[in-house]
């Protein structure tokens, strides 16, 4: 049984800085693309970043323009896990954060095959 769970949310102010962590069991961790989503309130779930199959840096990655400069999407294969580095963060970041894994990876939620309960993150002062 595929089991993805997410930790590291929380409160913070504006300008601050998180570390979301999503933990892999049940699947070959490194044969999955891995991606991390956001819903905000009253939102649709949107795309945030993933990480293809390759923890290098540089073009196995895509981040939606809201975060683009400000998040950062690493994975360690080695511990079935994939981070997402949030800084500068802004109200409009306010969110439940769920990580995501499928063979393909991409933007599109229905690429993704498996889905984590997600962390809330709240952004306020």
């Known amino acids: 049984q595929v089991q993805l769970v997410e930790s590291g949310g929380g409160l913070v102010q504006p300008g601050g800085s998180l570390r979301l962590s999503c933990a892999a069991s049940?699947?070959?961790?490194?044969?999955?693309?891995m991606a991390w989503f956001r819903q905000g309130p009253g939102k649709e779930r949107e795309f945030v970043t993933a990480i293809r199959l390759s923890g290098l840096s540089g073009g196995n990655t895509d981040y939606a323009d809201s975060v683009k400069g400000r998040f950062t999407i690493s994975r360690d294969n080695a511990k079935n896990t994939v981070y997402l580095q949030m800084n500068s963060l802004k109200p409009e970041d306010t969110a439940v954060y769920h990580c995501?894994?499928?063979?393909?990876?991409?933007?599109?939620?229905?690429?993704?095959?498996?889905w984590g309960q997600g962390t809330q993150v709240t952004v306020s002062s």
């Open positions: 995501a894994a499928g063979p393909n990876g991409g933007t599109r939620r229905d690429n993704y095959a498996y």
């Open positions: 049940g699947l070959t961790f490194r044969d999955y693309a």
